[in-house]
């Protein structure tokens, strides 16, 4: 179920008629179920057959908190039964194709016809909604309580309550357990500020989504089609731009929505994005890029590693294999591996050089963009083919002339492009404030509505759908 769409806004309707009308005062538990219930129905919308495998995280983890308490000596099975039945799931519907493929490769390689991939079940054929972002949830549950950080819950309800909640259940933010939980088994009521803010964050989130994604969607869509590279560099670097701008609304103005509308319900989710093409730094820009899974990376897997604790050179490795493992968490192909990489590689540059220090700050402003751009082409690109050859025409290989007729140079890509910028900074300037004040902000408000019902673009699923 899309947020922008009209079955949502049906479902919306009659979710929060019900929770905020005659379901306001009933008991903890029965408020809990009927969370599971909606939650199961916004998410079963896509494929009813992908229910079981939240139920089944969620039992696994479950069972695994309850197991850390009653035997205490015996918890790092548990918790291994946990990652191991977690992950399990995650490899097998998300990498099961992608192992199958290379192995066939390889087999071919050595004149060899494994036909590993005609092997695989049908069902691993199509990838569950939201598989990576629930999964990860569900996992720092087991965690926390393993190490001291959070008591395991009896109530089944509300632990799949937390763990199903539908404003951020299919692509975040990954709301840690420690956070999200308490919230769920107390349900506060929403207060008035979080109710102003739920408005704000809501239309905002569907203005980034429809007017700023969808407008600019078409145009790198069809740059990208076919695995075509032609292009002049000034092609390729607008389009790389525009499919910046494209993922950043698309990914943030979900998350504002989740937000928006885990307010209205009493719960408060973290901030999952900062502004990050205003970073000072590469390293800056993941303190604001998807905030929720930079930190969970951060925390369960750097930090296990070892992170800086054992010197400069350990803490690059450990971050190297944290960015190659982001990008897998992304997607099961060598581009996404490739994008992970160039992260690291730049970040390892950066710490070892301490360019933060030693540069001035608009020469490491900009390369911080331009790593980024750069590597947004290996994220978006349909084969490692297509990547190496559009990063060519970047850097003026092989380019050919684009003509200037072409519609990516038209006046209202261009006009897009142009706004996003001055927006960003206005926000840095802190020129944006006045707009949300009280006298300004029904008026906000009231022009943000507008612009996503008539300024809207082309209706597209959300891009991190897809993880």
Known sequence: MLFNSLIFLLFAAVFYALWLGPFRHRSPLFRQGVLVVFSLVFYGWWKWAYIGLILASGLIDYTAALAMKRWPASRRWALFASILGNLGILAAFKYAGFLAENLDLLGKSIGQ???????LPSLLDTLPVGISFYTFQSMSYTIDVYRGRLEPTRNI?????????????????IVRASNLLPQVLLLPSPRPEQVREGFILVLSGFVKKVVLADQLAPYVETAFAGGSTTGSPLYWWLVTMMFAVQIYGDFSGYTDIARGLGKWM???FDVNFNHPYLARSLRDFWRRWHISL???FRDYVYIPLGGSRRGVLWGIGAMAITMVVSGLWHGAAWTFVAWGAIH????????LGALERRLPPVLVRSYTLLAVLFAWVMFRAESMAQAQGICARMLGLGAEQTPWGHPIFGLFPLSVLLVFVAWEVAVARQWHRPLFRDRLLPWTLAVFALMAVFLRGPSAQFIYFQF
């Open 157 to 173: 309800v509300g632990f799949f309550a937390y763990l199903s909640l539908f404003p951020q259940l299919v692509a975040g933010p």
């Open 294 to 296: 930079s930190t969970w």
């Open 113 to 119: 016809d494994w036909g590993v991939q005609g092997a």
């Open 344 to 351: 690291a590689l730049v970040l390892a540059v950066e710490r």
């Open 266 to 268: 009493g719960f408060d």
